[in-house]
């Protein structure tokens, strides 16, 4: 799956750098995940790398060329557009049309662009300054500072939405191009880019003139102007003339603005996906349920994306004092019992990847080494030796699996249940909404066993720390468990030196013998659009840019 | 009283039947009968009898479903209603034949004002506006001696009397020839039944108006009868002119009847019932249907029907044991 | 009458209250913490403690109350929503047309089918009108609406490409979600008249109007159909209540942007003062309707109008 897609990209690399006789894209994150550590920190602290390697862009396209409009289909409504507000499924895929941020990471763990800061260099002991571009203007044609850019990540700060944010001790402008940033302390890999790239840069001077803070109605420095948004049904962007950025060699991927006029369209039942797309209504969905999927593969009209979902789906077990759980070998043969492969072929067909750790590809660090050793493979027989020698028999235990109540994890958890009871073990299902899993998953009486998904920020550590970090749940694991070895592993890997293939291989090696989580498998999200759309781009939350897709010459003229 | 074929209106040989899931109720058994312009015609029997039935099938209306007319001809000076058109039948309705109902608390519309109901059938007979129709109604009203100023009230806001009296005012705004009058007393008390009668009786004279009073009380049919028709189980078991039957009534039902009704100046400590239950109208008994409680019959009375015999000028009885003389 | 227009009217009040009270306790009481909703999954126990200050949900559960009913009594400030950072009234107002357009459509065919439905299948009964009426009934109630909208969609949207299958730009938007929405209410309309009409049928004063001479026709328009509303206008107006919460499913449908979606999203997000104020306006909508059926009640039938306006009219009895 992974190599396919190396290979189609690969190819429209190379063909749009014919077309475009520009630099390309930078591929290292997915080319060469085995080795981020030797090219990521100078990234990282010395800027110049960053800024001699422009992201990819296009000669200026001619306005005629552009295609007239492009309708794509957004799940839920984004409801609060305000640039500081914290992240939402509806949010999260308009953010990037609207706001422009200081620079602009194109994937996970990947070198990062300059968007509004032109250059960033360490010049002290956590400090950094940034030097933005001087024609920087906003819709209004508001002329963006430093100063505005420091009141944009102190505003954000004090609202505190957005964690990355959290690590700064101050910001301030020093002229009107330079900004002086503080932090707690030194980033580890990629954590500069965090802190550059989420918080959204806007005029003070327009916010304040705003009556609900940009809620309903954003004024930004992007490509695209929001023209009209419909709460809960729509949202229409149209390209601007009078975009700041007007050399090519800094034009960022997202600001493409490839087409004169986005329209996202809010649909909320799942079946309607295929729907908008047969009848027209919408150019790119990709919501498109398993089931209607079949309808667009084999069409001429239509094309599919397939691109590698940043969740893992895991198994915690609960790691508390005197639970059985608490047995190694129980976990093992837990692991050993549940077919991956099969469970990905029955839930999501030709859309899935089991997995080897808790994460995937697209995280920068990833080992393609783990790939080929054994990482608990459908076993039965082995299970049932580890689940003798464990001291437990057949029919002894009943153990609770907590789930969200969706359809997918409700077919997990039935082919879990299904395969323990081949070792003997009961399981009980127990679907719960959101809202209630948030909350209950802390209580170490809620579940035996937890199914998770567990994503994280762009590099492998995260979803480790999100699930490990003993420092955040009260001195154990978020599942319970109590292991220094584990934690002295995940700090040396998530800090700045220790970021190497070797410690990534030992945290990863440790982890997977001791199993404290045991990750399952990652979906494929498919992205189906019509067929003059050429290419999809995502951005790393994996929501399609819109303005930064290709089309056909003829597609919606 | 003669069946001659200038009668006003003659009932020949009338056969009811109601369908009820799968058995059939012989409601109204061969009745045959005539009545004169001017007159008032009884027909006496108990509940149950027949004798609404009898009522409904000359208007024609009733309940399609399970009833039926199987048999018979209803003579209106000459034309046979059975074989008229439904839109020829809706010109005799409320117009040439009218009928009064049994229960005034619920034969009036509970939304409609009393004096839009009767102005509703003037309007519907006579090419009138609206207008001179409702102030005909308020005539009507004034007539059964309502005051015309309740002419827009509602039926819930009178008296069971006073309901009557709409019902009767309804009845006769288009003088009709022929009033049908199923137990027009029945649902009132007593004081109110004199009063109506009255009113009944008035009327009737003074718009010379033929009409059929059904009842199953003997007083009523002593003040307001001409001739009169005993019923049992579907049939007319007698036949005769008031004072015929009254000092002469020959069918044992008959006597059974008179001889339950109790009188002021005999001295009685019970009263004397019929012995026996009305029949099942859709098994009725072989022969003649009264014989199980008749004190005299004997098998010849169980094997054959018993026809009508004229056993008096005038004087009709349906009993085999009743000779040609005086009882 | 006035009397008794102002008498409900005022009882709303209590009634409403009722309400709030009853939801706000259930909110509050149900697990899922709204600031850690907010947030996001690597939101640290810190984090979402602060957030919790921010929000007000420490306090204790009068408390809270107390603010919530203060704001509303005195400002008439509903509260701003924590996922829309909108005034909640603003967004109420502006979905409220929508639902409403929906509901009223829906009544509207409901009439005017499922009335002429129950009387063609009254007029007949166990005849060849009943038996397809009940028929067609049968399955406006069993079919589930979202099922009966989802083909409704393919066939034609997809198959024809006559209406379009999502959205509000129009009138075109709604043609599909009303259809869809009011199959249930025009089966239950269908049977109610249908049995309404039936006992009317039977009642004596049918039988006078006959003997008066009247067609069928007739009989039926001004006697039987006046008298047998009464029951009907009671399901119109249950029906437009339920309409108005229960467009849920054909908003999530259609992606119709109503106060159904609001609510719920509301209640999954656990954004306390969307589900709270929603539930007052829903509240607020379904007791006027009601009130709007008793008055329509006193209009047909003057015996009920008689009982409001009791203290006026005494004597005249004969």
Redesign the interface.
Known sequence: MKRKFLVVFLALSMLLSVLSGCAKEVEKPVEEPAAPAATEAPAVTEAPAATEVPAATEAPVEELALPEIVSIAIGA?P??L?PF????MGRIAVLKTIYEYLIETDSMGGAAVPMIAKSWEKTGDKVYKITIFDNVYDSAGNHITAADVAWSYNTAKEL??L?PL?DIVSISAVDDVTVNLEVKSNFGPGGLEKVLSECPIVSQKAYEASP??F??KPITSGPYLLTEY?????LTFERREDYWQTDPQYRTLFSQANVKKIVF?????A??NA??L??G?VDIAAGVTQDDLARFMNNPAFTTFNFLDNLTQNLQFNGSEGHPLTNKELRQAIAYAIDTSAMCEAVAPGACTPAHTIGNPNFGGYLKKWESEPYYEYDLEKAKELFAASGHTPGELTFKLLAQNDARSGLMAQIIQAQLGELGIAVEISQV????Y???QYDPTAYDLLLAMS???DFIFSPWQ?VYDQN???GTTSNFFKDDELQSLLATVSSLEGFNEANVDAFQQYQKEQLYAYGMLSFNSIIVADSGVLKVVRDTRGQVIPGACEYAADFNK | MSNNATSFLEVKDLVVEYTSEGSVIHAVNGVSFALERGKTFGLVGETGAGKTSIAKAILRILPDPPAKIRNGQILLDGIDLLTLEEKDMRKIRGRRVSMIFQDPMTALNPIMKVGKQIAEVIKLHNKISNKQAEAEAGKMLELVGIPAERFNEYPHQFSGGMKQRVIIAMALACNPELLLADEPTTALDVTIQAQVLEMINKLKRDLNTSMIMISHNLGVVAEICDDLAVIYAGEVVELGSKETIFDRAAHPYTVGLFSAVPTLDEEKERLVPIIGLPPDPSNLPAGCHFHPRCPWADEACERESIPLREIAPGHFCRCIKVSAQEN | MGRYILKRLIWMIPVVLGVTILVFSIMYL????PA??????????E?IA??REELGLNEPYLVRLGKFLGGIVFRFDFGD?W????PVTK?LL??FPRTLTIAVICIGLQIIIGIPLGIIAAVNQNGLGDRISMFIALFGISLPNFWIA?ML??FF??KL?WL??????GFKYYILPCIANAFPGIATQARQTRSSMLEVIRSDYITTARAKGMSELQILLKHALPNALLPVITIIGNGMGMLLAGTVVI???????GIG??LV?GI???DYNIVQSSVIFLALAFTFIMLLVDLAYAFIDPRIKAQFARKHKRGHHA
């Open positions: 409504d409801a609060d305000a507000v914290g992240m939402s505190g939405n964690r959290g609900d803070g809620a309903t419909v709460p809960g049904s729509s369209k809010v649909i909320t039942e079946a309607q729907i908008a047969e009848t209504n909404e959101s809202a209630v948030n909350q209950i994503a994280g920020g999100l955040r749940y009260n | 149900i697990p899922g913490d850690k909703m907010m947030l996001s999954p690597e939101a640290t126990p984090e602060a957030k929503s996922v829309y950072n909108q967004e502006n979905r989802l969609i393919l949207s997809v490409g379009p299958p999502f959205g509000i730009d908003e999530s449908i259609f992606s119709i942007p979606m609001y999203g999954n997000s656990r």
